[in-house]
């Protein structure tokens, strides 16, 4: 069997102490290679999902009898959108312990199948009554999303309406019911209520679990811009050039220089061509104020 690379760091005995009872059926070395194998899913199955898949399945080949090893099989098949498999696996870690803990995610996995009616169904189910506070909402989110996904809208909000949802006090689901809430009215156009609902679910979020904030961004028209990314279309544009007093001045005695220099070059072309000009001029003139001269008598003539 091809076994993944697993820190030093990681001993095993990060696992819960009911998961290490569990384990103490196997062999001490395989115990401790199975319970480092589920330290990994657990490490890796939010960041990094498929890696998480890959560990829970050696750790289900090392040991497939121990329940734990199956659930956390389970949940790192749901993770990664394999949900039948994921159905499967829930389903032998529950025959397993008899525990009615999974319900809420054995029904969502329906969900995640195509099957929100067999969802629903489950939600009404007796072993519903036997979850504790944290799995009756959650399963109250699986009910409410399965009615979404039959197209009841208004039954969803309704599904959701409960006293968990009016209470002020902050429990882990706090922030998750409030914003399925929210969602839920902005399906069916109360969009001021939905808004008002976002707030108090991103006020009850201390850990991040859902987006309230950009959802309340959405609402209020405000757009984020990643000021870290630049598109080739986002290049800064050239700033305008400031001319400052003095290159004023400067390009202002050039200006004048210039027409001084055009002006001089001027007159010295009008000299030039004068003298030309009066040449041409003064024959004329002497032509014209020297008077004819007689024709002379000849003097043989008498």
Same mark, same amino acid.
């Given at each position: 069997?091809?076994?993944?690379?697993?820190?030093?760091?990681?001993?095993?005995?990060?696992?819960?102490?009911?998961?290490?009872? %569990?384990?103490?059926?196997?062999?001490?070395?395989?115990?401790?290679? !199975?319970?480092?194998?589920?330290?990994?899913?657990?490490?890796?199955?939010?960041?990094? +999902?498929? $890696?998480?898949?890959?560990?829970?399945?050696? @750790?289900?080949?090392?040991?497939?009898?121990?329940?734990?090893?199956?659930?956390?099989?389970?949940?790192?098949?749901? /993770?990664?959108?394999?949900?039948? %498999?994921?159905?499967?696996?829930?389903?032998?870690?529950?025959?397993?312990?008899?525990?009615?803990?999974?319900? +809420?995610?054995?029904?969502?996995?329906?969900?995640?199948?195509?099957?929100?009616?067999?969802?629903?169904?489950?939600?009404?189910? +007796?072993?519903?009554?036997?979850?504790?506070?944290?799995? $009756?909402?959650?399963?109250?989110?699986?009910? /409410?999303?399965?009615?979404?996904?039959?197209?009841?809208?208004? /039954?969803?909000?309704?599904?959701? $309406?409960?006293?968990?949802?009016?209470?002020?006090?902050? $429990?882990?689901?706090?922030?998750?019911?409030?914003?399925?809430?929210?969602?839920?009215?902005?399906?069916?156009?109360?969009?001021?209520?939905?808004?008002?609902?976002?707030?108090?679910?991103?006020?009850?979020?201390?850990?991040?679990?859902?987006? /309230?904030?950009?959802?309340?961004?959405?609402?209020?028209? !405000?757009?984020?811009?990643?000021?870290?990314?630049?598109?080739?279309?986002?290049?800064? @544009?050239?700033?305008?050039? !400031?001319?400052?007093?003095? %290159?004023?001045?400067?390009?202002?005695?050039?200006?004048?220089?210039?027409?001084? %220099?055009?002006?001089?070059?001027?007159?010295?072309?009008?000299?030039?061509?004068?003298?030309?000009?009066?040449?041409?001029?003064?024959?004329?003139?002497?032509?014209?104020?020297?008077?004819?001269?007689? +024709?002379?008598?000849?003097?043989?003539?008498?």
């Amino acid at each position: 069997m091809k076994r993944l690379p697993i820190p030093d760091d990681v001993t095993g005995d990060e696992i819960d102490a009911d998961v290490r009872q %569990e384990l103490m059926s196997l062999p001490k070395g395989l115990a401790e290679e !199975v319970a480092r194998n589920l330290v990994m899913v657990a490490n890796l199955l939010d960041e990094d +999902p498929e $890696q998480a898949y890959a560990y829970s399945r050696i @750790a289900l080949r090392l040991a497939s009898r121990v329940a734990a090893v199956r659930e956390a099989a389970g949940f790192a098949s749901y /993770a990664t959108g394999k949900y039948s %498999e994921a159905l499967a696996e829930f389903r032998a870690a529950r025959r397993m312990t008899g525990s009615v803990e999974l319900w +809420p995610v054995m029904a969502d996995c329906e969900r995640g199948m195509g099957r929100p009616e067999r969802a629903l169904a489950m939600a009404g189910e +007796p072993e519903v009554n036997k979850l504790d506070k944290a799995g $009756q909402v959650e399963m109250r989110l699986v009910a /409410a999303g399965a009615r979404k996904d039959m197209g009841q809208a208004d /039954a969803a909000v309704v599904t959701l $309406q409960s006293p968990e949802l009016a209470s002020n006090s902050v $429990q882990p689901w706090t922030a998750r019911l409030r914003y399925a809430y929210a969602d839920a009215l902005l399906e069916v156009g109360r969009e001021a209520e939905a808004r008002e609902w976002f707030a108090k679910a991103l006020e009850a979020d201390q850990g991040g679990q859902t987006d /309230a904030s950009d959802r309340l961004a959405e609402l209020d028209g !405000v757009e984020f811009t990643d000021a870290l990314v630049e598109s080739d279309d986002d290049e800064p @544009a050239e700033e305008p050039a !400031v001319e400052t007093a003095v %290159e004023a001045e400067a390009d202002a005695e050039a200006e004048v220089k210039t027409e001084a %220099e055009t002006g001089v070059k001027a007159e010295a072309t009008e000299a030039a061509e004068k003298p030309d000009e009066e040449a041409a001029e003064k024959p004329a003139e002497e032509s014209a104020e020297k008077p004819a001269e007689a +024709p002379k008598a000849d003097d043989d003539k008498s």
